[in-house]
């Protein structure tokens, strides 16, 4: 059974600072390309951050570049978002995805459920 469970959002000060964790299970970690996507209320579901399978490159949207930071551990079978400088518009639920690509046609694609950020004074 596939699962990705995201974990540490919650309430912050602008200013502040999370670590997001998402923990996979039932595939193949160390295969997929992972990546962080997040949802304002009434916005489109946007991507935030991406790594490669081996954790050799990353990729940010320009709204995040030099406050987000993505990393994974693939012996934990996990991949994080540490988050710095968090102003009220990072304030959305945060999902984590996983794509593995065998054929421009044939890939896997999950989703966890979201942990919402709050960032409010």
């Known amino acids: 059974q596939v699962q990705l469970v995201e974990s540490g959002g919650g309430l912050v000060q602008p200013g502040g600072s999370l670590r997001l964790s998402c923990a996979a299970s039932?595939?193949?970690?160390?295969?997929?390309?992972m990546s962080w996507y997040r949802q304002a209320p009434g916005k489109e579901r946007e991507l935030v951050a991406v790594?490669?399978?081996?954790?050799?490159?990353?990729n940010y949207a320009d709204s995040v570049k030099g406050r987000f930071t993505i990393s994974r551990d693939n012996a934990k079978n996990t991949v994080y978002l540490q988050m710095n400088s968090l102003k009220p518009e990072d304030t959305a639920v945060y999902y984590c995805?996983?794509?593995?690509?065998?054929?421009?046609?044939?890939?896997?694609?999950?989703w966890g459920q979201g942990t919402q950020v709050t960032v409010s004074s």
């Open positions: 995805n996983a794509v593995y690509r065998r054929s421009s046609s044939d890939y896997d694609v999950y």
């Open positions: 039932g595939f193949t970690f160390s295969r997929y390309r």
């Open positions: 790594i490669t399978s081996a954790g050799g490159s990353t």
